[in-house]
């Protein structure tokens, strides 16, 4: 077993979790959500694998779907599998992940959610294998709107020798920093009980990063570049956090 496998399996156990917890309580709407989202992340990364031919995944993890060399993992993982591994950090790339991947995941949480939040009450009421129909819809949905911003982008990028993707996910990235700044500035950070803390969510963001943190500094990028791995630790607290506060 190598790294990545590792990280597989725990995606695959903290997806366990969260569902237990959502299945326990009868939670449809995060239910559907999570339903929209993965329908959504299978279809844009196939799709982006054979499309733009701009990376692939590695061939190593235990699960995966599609036929190589366009095959994805089926946690939805690591995207650096087909590059070399750079610790630069360019207008073209950072740490050899192009700049359009995480601006299309920019496009693709807010647009997910927005739409499952829109249409949460006219879902209400609906039998149960409806409301998995609407959830495909909205996953349907969502591979759509994504798709054809992500086509700009990368036609906006083709002209402006790459640029556009980094500056847009750097401004959009400091627009969702800035108002979660005003908003905990705004009412305060005060701690709620630990009772109520969301456990799945909590054991979900401590993995992620837990594990992210170590795979730095087993690869030596924490040495290499301490910059990288302090910028981490500082985002993963504030996550925590955000995670516990009332």
Wanted: hydrophobic share 55%; with cysteine.
């Amino acid at each position: 077993m190598n790294w990545i496998n590792a990280f597989e399996l725990l995606c695959y156990a903290i997806t366990a979790v969260f569902l237990w917890d959502v299945i326990r309580k009868k939670n449809r709407e995060e239910l559907c959500l999570f339903l929209s989202a993965m329908i959504a992340g299978f279809a844009l990364e196939l799709l982006a694998v054979r499309v733009t031919d701009i990376y692939h995944y590695s061939p190593d993890f235990y699960i995966s779907i599609g036929f190589k060399p366009y095959q994805f993992p089926f946690f939805g993982g690591l995207m650096w599998g087909g590059r070399e591994i750079s610790l630069d950090i360019t207008h073209h790339m950072f740490m050899s992940v192009i700049w359009v991947n995480f601006l299309g995941y920019m496009f693709e949480t807010p647009a997910m959610v927005f739409i499952s939040l829109k249409t949460a009450e006219k879902r209400s009421g609906l039998p149960c294998w409806k409301q998995v129909l609407a959830a495909i819809g909205i996953g349907a949905c969502g591979v759509a709107f994504v798709g054809a911003a992500s086509g700009i982008s990368l036609l906006l990028n083709a002209v402006t020798d790459e640029w556009f993707a980094c500056i847009a996910f750097l401004l959009l990235w400091c627009f969702v920093l800035v108002m979660i700044i005003r908003q905990c500035t705004g009412i305060g950070i005060r701690i709620s009980p630990a009772n109520n803390w969301d456990k799945s969510v909590l054991i979900y963001w401590m993995v992620m990063y837990g594990f992210s943190l170590a795979a730095l500094i087993h690869l030596g990028i924490a040495s290499a570049v301490p910059a990288y791995f302090i910028f981490g630790l500082l985002v993963f607290m504030g996550t925590i956090v955000l995670a516990v506060r009332e």
